[in-house]
């Protein structure tokens, strides 16, 4: 089965400054890559998505994500951090049904002024 | 549009008594999703729906936990009976059922605490 592991439970870092959450993943076909973002209270809305094509994918919000097959990678950055950006951040991997996610276990970012 | 719609938003019981929990999806969403996401991990998905039918439910334990989508809209989850470890936010997801766009839609989630 496809899974994602992040490394980092916790994130913190200095508004403007780069973020950087890691993700890498486990697939033995080539893999569908998301990130989600959870904010306070709120469901999990989707930031990015890597399918097929070109392996840099930009979102919303500024963020973007690189697909790289040779690292088994896909972390997630921005470059410079807003106070707003303070959330839980889910990577996520297609499963085997093709349709739903299997979901690593996130990391928060904290962002301090 | 109206995003995905989930009730209650909180429940509160003790282990061993029953609890439900519904979801109604976006309009014209084929494929409905069942998550369970426990405190510091990430969701995991129980049971796929695509319209009244059951894609996937290899995660759900079926000793105790039941979904049906009986109409190919709405959802109902239920949990009997609850044991300690079923504290969880339990959140619902919909998608047009195109995997091309992979986007899964959430609801809020209903947060269970079982005492």
């Known amino acids: 089965a496809q899974s994602v592991t992040q490394l980092g439970s916790h994130v913190s870092v200095s508004e403007g400054a780069l973020v950087l959450l890691r993700c890498n993943y486990s697939?033995?076909?080539?893999?569908?890559l998301f990130w989600y973002v959870q904010y306070p209270n709120q469901g999990l809305q989707l930031l990015l998505k890597?399918?097929?094509?070109?392996?840099l994918v930009k979102g919303i919000n500024g963020f973007e994500a690189e697909f790289k097959k040779s690292e088994t990678s896909f972390h997630l950055t921005k470059p410079s951090a807003h106070m707003s950006d303070a959330a839980e951040y889910f990577c996520a991997v297609s499963g085997n049904s093709g349709y739903a996610l299997n979901f690593g276990k996130g990391t928060s970012l904290l962002v301090t002024p | 549009e109206a995003g995905v719609a989930q009730s209650p938003r909180y429940k509160i019981i003790e282990k061993r008594q029953s609890v439900a929990f519904w979801c109604n999806p976006i309009?014209?969403?084929?494929?409905l999703y069942w998550y369970q996401q426990i405190l510091g991990q990430g969701p995991k998905l129980l049971i796929q729906?695509?319209?009244?039918?059951?894609?996937?439910d290899s995660q759900l334990p079926k000793d105790r936990f039941s979904a049906e989508r009986l109409k190919g809209v709405d959802s109902t989850l239920k949990i009997q009976p609850a044991k300690l470890e079923d504290s969880a936010v339990y959140l619902c997801?919909?998608?047009?059922?195109?995997?091309?766009?992979?986007?899964?839609?959430f609801g809020s989630g209903t947060q269970l605490s079982v005492l």
């Open positions: 309009s014209g969403h084929a494929t």
């Open positions: 997801a919909s998608s047009l059922g195109d995997f091309n766009d992979g986007k899964l839609f």
């Open positions: 697939s033995s076909v080539p893999p569908y």
């Open positions: 729906f695509q319209n009244n039918g059951v894609v996937d």
């Open positions: 890597y399918t097929t094509g070109a392996t």
